[in-house]
């Protein structure tokens, strides 16, 4: 009996892509949660940035595959976590190119 690969079932089946769930949990301390932030405001950029070129070119850009059912954390990290939620929920965590410009206190995450 051969056994087949993950890869090769869902080829055979037509289902090669698979979601990737995630779930952040951030951790403590003061400073960090700044640092914190900063990645997951990269975060957030770059998924958009996929889904943008995927909507411009869907037959050459990937699909976005990417969920994140759950942010939590501790300390500084839980109000990081608060923060960007709240950025999600109020589409408030555009990418800001220029720190001196005045829209930058658009993006919660900044």
Same mark, same amino acid.
């Given at each position: 009996? %051969?056994?087949?690969? %993950?890869?090769? @079932?869902? %080829?055979?089946? +037509?289902?090669?892509?698979?979601? @990737?769930? @995630?779930?952040?949990?951030?951790?403590?301390? $003061? !400073? &960090?949660? /700044?640092? !914190?932030? +900063?990645?997951? #405001?990269?975060?957030?950029? !770059?998924?958009?940035?996929?889904?943008?070129?995927? &909507? *411009? #070119?869907?037959?050459?850009? &990937?699909?976005?595959? $990417?969920?994140?059912? /759950?942010? !939590? +954390? &501790?300390? /500084? +990290?839980?109000?990081?976590?608060? $923060?960007?939620?709240? /950025?999600?929920?109020? %589409?408030?965590?555009?990418? $800001? #190119?220029?720190?001196?410009?005045? *829209?930058?206190?658009?993006?919660?995450?900044?």
């Amino acid at each position: 009996m %051969k056994l087949e690969t %993950k890869e090769v @079932i869902q %080829k055979q089946a +037509g289902t090669e892509r698979e979601d @990737i769930h @995630i779930g952040l949990v951030l951790a403590g301390a $003061v !400073t &960090a949660g /700044a640092y !914190t932030a +900063g990645v997951l #405001d990269y975060l957030l950029n !770059t998924l958009d940035f996929w889904y943008e070129k995927h &909507a *411009e #070119d869907p037959k050459n850009v &990937a699909k976005p595959n $990417v969920i994140i059912d /759950a942010i !939590t +954390g &501790a300390s /500084a +990290g839980s109000i990081v976590a608060a $923060v960007t939620l709240m /950025a999600l929920a109020t %589409k408030r965590y555009k990418n $800001v #190119d220029d720190p001196t410009n005045l *829209e930058s206190d658009k993006n919660l995450l900044f």
